[in-house]
């Protein structure tokens, strides 16, 4: 599944190795709670006061050291591991730099949640120079895009393979991505958050996932190509 293709020779050249692990540092969090809001129509989209709450247990997460975050640069790939082995599980808080242009994910990359970790910690968020994400091919852990994860990543063009066994995109999930080609939405989509993808030019998606259960407001405004 991809949302838009990119031109071979950029993903051959893609380096299979991390980033330089200076750059980053690890953090274990013993728990996660993502909020899936609920709304009662037709009645002015009242908030329900118990919202249900996704609860994903001993998260190990990246971030980009904040000494780096103004300093690094142009493409970097995301490391599976620390220098000790441990499974990363989580993108945290990749530090708003607008000079990272292109993100890739290892083949063997089990990360589960991108952002969401905290208030901190929307991952690519406020990227105004990101232009691509490469996810590996097949990859099937990856079920959870934090509130504001490509928020604001107004440059972005192309992600490739984002998986089909996402369940769950947050609030501002994919706000303003004007130029991201969105042709079809993950198979396995189970929760869009406020505005969503308010603001994408480009999503030309018109069918629903079957198991989507929740659109709240905002998800597809100022969607133009719809």
């Known amino acids: 599944y991809e949302m838009s293709l990119y031109p071979f020779y950029e993903i051959e050249n893609a380096t299979e ?7 980053f540092s690890f953090r274990e969090v013993r728990q996660v709670k993502l909020i899936k809001k609920k709304y009662i129509y037709p009645d002015q989209g009242d908030i329900t006061e118990d919202p249900e709450k996704i609860i994903l247990e001993n998260q190990y997460v990246i971030d980009i050291k904040e000494e780096y975050r ?12 620390d220098s ?8 945290g808080n990749l530090g708003e730099s607008s000079k990272i242009t292109h993100i890739f994910f290892l ?20 990227m105004t120079g990101l232009k691509l994400v ?14 504001r994860c490509f928020n604001n990543n107004s440059k972005l063009e192309t992600i490739n393979n984002l998986p089909d066994t996402i369940e769950y995109i947050g609030e501002k999930g994919f706000n303003w991505c004007q130029l991201l080609p969105i042709k079809k939405l993950p198979n396995n989509l189970k929760y869009i958050g406020e505005d969503g993808f308010l603001g994408c030019y ?25």
Do not use: W
Request: aromatic share 10%; hydrophobic share 35%; charged share 15%.
């Open 17 to 23: 190795t991390a980033t330089d692990l200076k750059y």
């Open 70 to 81: 103004n300093s690094i640069s142009g493409k970097i790939t995301l490391p599976s591991t």
């Open 202 to 226: 480009n999503l030309t998606a018109t069918m629903l996932p079957h198991g989507l259960t929740y659109i709240l407001p905002g998800v597809f405004s100022y969607c133009k190509s719809l």
């Open 107 to 126: 083949p063997d990359a089990e990360y589960q949640l991108l952002g969401g970790i905290d208030s901190d910690s929307s991952a690519f968020n406020g």
């Open 84 to 91: 000790k082995g441990r499974i990363i599980t989580a993108v």
């Open 134 to 147: 490469h996810f590996p091919e097949n990859m099937v852990s990856l079920k959870y895009i934090g509130d």
